[in-house]
T-cell receptor
């Protein structure tokens, strides 16, 4: 069983929709949570990171962490075709920022 | 802003050959990480270096070795290549184990 689980999708939505991407994790020692966006055949791009439970907003993106449920989410408002990519959640495997453990990634397709 | 640079971007090798992948971290970053990403898979951690010393090791085959040099760039050396080594290899860098920023990757194809 993977330490981080993520629905691989694909998730298809129309332009302008609100997108919800989710991950669950099993290791309660995880303290930092990141979301990376990866376009096809490109390197992962750091989108957001959070430390504590609660919400963090950056433009159209909101990251949410529920440590009690070991559940994290990324919301994208007013989704655009350019948001079409694979979204990976990631967590450092030790306290602090160390090697990352990734979810399998959710492929998002936003149609015009 | 300067990003992580990886070279070459594409590499084609025959089985049992060797390959060397290079990574140039973001200026002033002192930590380098190597990840391998197979088709349709998430990146898997291979190895990391902090201040030129190996800081962590993951599922890296014995046929692979890596090092970080005095200018903080890193090289991943892969010998006796196998078909299963075909993948995207990413380098990421950070400052003292902080947030990791990824390079564009090297696509290795083993024939």
């Amino acid at each position: 069983q993977k330490e981080v689980e993520q629905d691989p999708g694909p998730l298809s939505v129309p332009e302008g929709a609100i997108v919800s991407l989710n991950c669950t994790y099993s290791n309660s020692a995880f303290q930092y949570f990141m979301w990376y966006r990866q376009y096809s055949r490109k390197g992962p791009e750091l989108l957001m990171y959070t430390y504590s439970s609660g919400n963090k907003e950056d433009g159209r993106f909101t990251a949410q962490v529920d440590k009690s449920s070991k559940y994290i989410s990324l919301f994208i408002r007013d989704s655009q075709p350019s948001d079409s990519a694979t979204y990976l959640c990631a967590m450092p495997s030790k306290t602090g920022f160390q090697k990352l453990v990734f979810g399998t990634g959710t492929r998002l397709l936003v149609s015009p | 802003a300067a990003g992580v640079i990886q070279s070459p971007r594409h590499l084609i090798k025959e089985k049992r050959e060797t390959a060397t992948l290079k990574c140039y971290p973001i200026p002033r970053h002192d930590t380098v990480y190597w990840y391998q990403q197979g088709p349709g898979q998430d990146p898997q951690f291979l190895i990391s270096f902090y201040e030129k010393m190996q800081s962590d090791k993951g599922s890296i085959p014995d046929r692979f070795s890596a090092q970080q040099f005095s200018d903080y760039h890193s090289e991943l050396n892969m010998s006796s290549l196998e078909l299963g080594d075909s993948a995207l290899y990413f380098c990421a860098s950070s400052l003292g184990g902080d947030l990791q920023f990824f390079g564009p990757g090297t696509r290795l194809t083993v024939l």
